[in-house]
């Protein structure tokens, strides 16, 4: 992994300076570079409204940033909502993303003035219908799409898409407004073509609402645009191309509203996640790799390498490609044997790499810090930095 | 799963009578359970030491209590250090058990009064040597165990048992006094007789390093006693009367001191989480099972989820065996995919089961609130209350 591929040398220099007096770990993000992505993504789908999920990063720096700029916002718990109200965010900027809610959050959201709600059972129709009437929902279907996703998101939420007749009609039994449909191809997803198939499946089913009377208007695409990690993808921009060629496919000129919700697209590759070498060992003289602890791990920031699932680009302060490199297993400093980050993977460092270096893990901007453990171990959780601007 | 092999009626009604009244989710930890689990082990180890891994549980609660019945303490961090500093606890009640730490961190503990660190490689005992001079140290060694435990721990720590060795002759070399071997089979460890090939390979180390003038003392079995949980295990009893006998076996009349490290055994069966449904639904008609989710998931007090690894037995208020059940995925309230508990297990759940009933998770007090998120999807972390005496 070269660090060129992601930071310019004037970009790295800025990071390396800034954060040589901290003690790790901890992790920088640059908010220049969150404005950047939101502005891009946003002059590729001029039409759409962008709704960040605050569970990627829910740092106030970044909701203030995004607020700022003009963002939309998706809640996953009425937490999240509180943070925004008391940030200052209007509750029309909000949509509540998350289908599974208590009845009393529901009525605590709507008393707040929220009025948009994914949902994608009876159940929590009936809970909306009852504790926020009058509101607008949108249907989540399941969709393909887990196996080309870093990060599958296609069994939990959402239902069957031809369940989703049924459940619009009794959202407007109940005297709610049936909005829309929503999908999530899954995080990190790399095959641009998932999006078609859903879109597909989504065209169906406003076909099918209309010959019930029901007039769908929206789109939620949820997330899934990629953040850069080890393995190459697609650029946004080639993501956006083939999409809103997707949607033309599919709706010819009576293209639905769209809300989108990046997270880790807009926040993933703002982050960079500074961490020092503990200890470096072998289990044994004739091993041919070695064990690299570090003072983070699975617990204190990098979750999404459980079953080594996101693959983070992992590189030193200075790169010098003379230097010979090796195998290394990288672990995190917890007693907890799953607390190895990278076994399989086999990252490789140079052969004379020692205890008291530092490691910085890049796109570490989303779905980092909120996940740290309280404090497993006695580790605290790990702070965050902020420059930019 | 029945409630009645974990909990006698009276102390099941007075664990709902406490907890009615208290918002969900949360976890009641019953103090008189861990004090009889300290009781009875200590009674079958009568010349051991034991020292309780804070990590497990690191409850001020749980803590005061061991403190009080004599119990030593492992500590993984010097954050946990700092805590049992703070509630009185002497420096020579405990060790430092994670052989991965900083320098700087070595020498805090040194400073604080700390003696006694494990160890399993040349450059962490340099650290000891220079940052804690003239302490004592243990080499944890590397032993099979993972395909019978439920929590393997048989890779990340520890050297090849060849190793400690050259390990054991070079803290004499540093100035350090070479104390013992520890080992860890894994935790929830379900064959007994793996203490047994762990203690063969003990055997010989002390014997090679007699050999070489170094006269070890003390053996650290670790931990890996079992709590109760779906699966069964034989009990402390079994496993205690199994391991003196294998002592005894390898080390005749001259059986070294003792330290065991029990953790999930004093405090796993002592805690009780208790979450509430939120929904239940199908994502389509045809669905053989139902998807039951709750407020409390894998990032909020059930990381050892993972994977399916430890099976809580999840039981109702009340039962009712007459009543019809069925197939249920459990799963948490965040918006991520993998907060999923249990797919492939199936655990059944009566078919009347609804929103707003609780469910109880036995058996939880260890290894669930400390890896809590700090705000994951704006959850807060799970708070726990303490009955008993």
């Known amino acids: 992994m070269k660090r060129k591929n992601f930071y310019s040398d004037e970009e790295w220099r800025k990071i390396i300076e800034f954060s040589e007096p901290l003690q790790t770990p901890f992790i920088v993000i640059n908010l220049d570079r969150v404005r950047n992505q939101y502005k891009e993504l946003a002059s590729y789908f001029p039409a759409a409204q962008i709704h960040y999920p605050v569970k990627a990063n829910p740092a106030p720096e970044i909701i203030a940033e995004l607020h700022q700029l003009g963002s939309n916002f998706d809640i996953a718990s009425i937490y999240e909502m509180d943070k925004l109200l008391s940030m200052g965010v209007p509750p029309e900027k909000m949509l509540f993303g998350n289908t599974i809610k208590k009845a009393s959050d529901i009525a605590y959201a709507f008393k707040k003035g929220l009025r948009l709600f994914a949902t994608d059972c009876l159940s929590d129709i009936e809970n909306i219908a009852v504790h926020a009437p009058g509101s607008q929902v949108y249907i989540r279907i399941l969709v393909q799409g887990g196996e080309t996703a870093d990060w599958p998101i296609n069994r939990k939420f959402g239902c069957h898409p031809m369940s989703s007749i049924t459940l619009l009609e009794k959202s407007l039994k109940r005297g709610l407004i049936p909005y829309g449909i929503s999908f999530h191809v899954g995080s990190q997803q790399r095959s641009v073509w998932q999006w078609n198939e859903a879109l597909i499946s989504v065209s169906q089913i406003f076909s099918l609402a209309r010959e019930q009377g029901i007039h769908l208007e929206m789109i939620n695409m949820g997330g899934g645009f990629p953040a850069n990690y080890a393995n190459k993808t697609h650029s946004i921009k080639v993501y956006a191309t083939e999409i809103n060629r997707y949607l033309r496919e599919n709706f010819n000129d009576q293209i639905p ?84 980050m990278y076994e399989k993977a086999r990252y490789k460092l140079p052969l004379n790499v020692c205890s008291g270096q530092r490691l910085y893990w890049l796109s570490t901007g989303a779905y980092t810090s909120s996940f740290a453990a309280v404090e497993f171990n006695g580790f605290p959780p790990i702070n965050s930095y902020f420059i930019g601007k």
Chains 1, 2 share one sequence.
Do not use: Q
């Not at 993933?268 to 020092?276: D, H, I, Q």
């Not at 302060?317 to 799953?338: F, H, M, Q």
């Open 257 to 340: 509203k769209i809300i989108l919700e990046p997270g880790r697209a807009l926040v993933g590759n703002a982050g960079v996640l500074v961490s020092e070498i503990i200890t470096i060992s072998k289990k044994s003289r004739s091993d041919s790799h070695r064990w690299v602890y570090l003072d983070t791990g699975k617990f204190n920031g990098l979750i999404e390498t459980m079953d080594e699932g996101t693959k983070y680009p992992v590189v030193m302060a200075e790169e010098n490609e003379k230097k010979r490199v090796g195998e290394v297993i990288l672990a995190g400093p917890t007693c907890d044997s799953v607390d190895i």
